[in-house]
């Protein structure tokens, strides 16, 4: 259900390994909140975007184009902890949640840039003591032999505690069947997330078919993510407001002709496109390599003395866009 977030609790390719990426979050001493007032609360839930760190948390939220549900979200978790440290300060139980994640969606649709957003968040609001998120994936994890996987996977969540495990096309974890080490990665997993409750964040990733497959391949899956999100694919008029705020944080700008001729071309390609639509990853390549193609332009028209000024310099025209959509599919 695309723009929907769903809580749930209770009971019910392989690809090249490759380095693993880990952001280091600089530590915070935890929120620390005051008693308000009976006569205050009404105007609190429209006080506290305001100000502190959610204040900060909205500014890198508000720069995503659309997610509307995941914001509300991120406010949904914030003035919960919120409210349960005021609850603790009067004296009432204030049981801690579990917050593991299952994000579906396709390529380019957001899911490690909130993933960042949340480590960097649950950190700053004392929920995760370093706030650091690892990126991972099936290679990662999966040993060549008996007992490697799961070293390897304890071995990664040891490194994550404090922070956020991010396994992304997770799925892939479940592709062999019962004589794959992806099996013995999940079971680690599912023993970890008991043992080292609250002290990590385990967050999994990629299509949402293939994703409600996996979360049914062990039976204690489902009911250890209560938060699942869906992140639905951009609009076009979403993606050229990607475009247009790509463009602009490396110093360009798109004619109204090139943004025209964009869009045309994005309605084609969602529509007629063999593949998965990468979303906001295929608007990255088209912006790049237009640059490159405009790069070419420039250093052809301006091949003698004089040089390009610095307006001509910024700006992509309708030529500097090559959009043949099989060429394109490429990228």
Same mark, same amino acid.
């Given at each position: ?45 429209? &006080? %506290? ?6 204040? $900060?948390? @909205? *500014?890198?939220?508000?720069? +995503? =184009? ?118 013995? &990665? %999940? ?6 997330? $008991?043992? @080292? *409750?609250?002290?990590?964040? +385990? =967050? ?128």
């Amino acid at each position: 259900m695309p723009g929907h977030v769903m809580a749930r609790s209770g009971s019910s390719e392989e690809r090249p390994s490759r380095q693993i990426n880990v952001i280091l979050r600089n530590p915070e001493q935890p929120v620390v909140t005051q008693s308000i007032p009976d006569a205050d609360l009404q105007s609190t839930a429209k &006080a %506290i975007p305001q100000q502190g760190v959610f204040a $900060e948390i @909205q *500014k890198e939220l508000d720069q +995503l =184009i659309g997610l509307h549900h995941i914001k509300d979200l991120m406010y949904e978790i914030y003035a919960l902890l919120q409210i349960t440290e005021m609850r603790s300060e009067a004296g009432l139980l204030s049981n801690p949640q579990v917050y593991h994640m299952v994000f579906k969606g396709n390529p380019g649709t957001g899911k490690t840039t909130v993933a960042r957003i949340v480590a960097k968040m649950f950190q700053r609001l004392g929920v995760l003591s370093k706030g650091h998120l690892i990126e991972v994936e099936r290679a990662d994890l999966v040993g060549e032999y008996i007992g490697h996987t799961a070293q390897k996977t304890r071995d990664l969540v040891k490194k994550a505690l404090g922070g956020i495990l991010f396994i992304d096309e997770a799925y892939s974890l479940a592709r062999g069947g019962e004589k794959d080490f992806g099996k013995e &990665a %999940i079971d680690t997993l599912v023993k970890a997330m $008991e043992d @080292q *409750k609250n002290q990590f964040i +385990l =967050i999994l990733a990629g299509y949402s078919d293939e994703m409600d497959f996996f979360l049914q391949c062990n039976p204690g899956m489902p009911s250890r993510f209560p938060i699942v999100i869906d992140f639905p694919d951009y609009t076009v008029d979403q993606l050229i407001q990607i475009s247009e705020g790509m463009a602009k944080e490396r110093d360009y700008i798109l004619m109204p002709q090139a943004i025209l001729k964009l869009k045309q071309h994005l309605l084609r390609e969602k529509c007629e496109g063999e593949h998965a639509f990468s979303n906001a990853r295929y608007v990255r390549n088209v912006i790049e390599r237009s640059i490159r193609s405009q790069a070419v332009r420039l250093l052809t028209q301006f091949s003698g003395s004089s040089s390009p000024g610095k307006l001509e310099l910024m700006t992509l025209r309708q030529e500097d866009l090559k959009l043949d959509l099989k060429e394109e599919r490429r990228l």
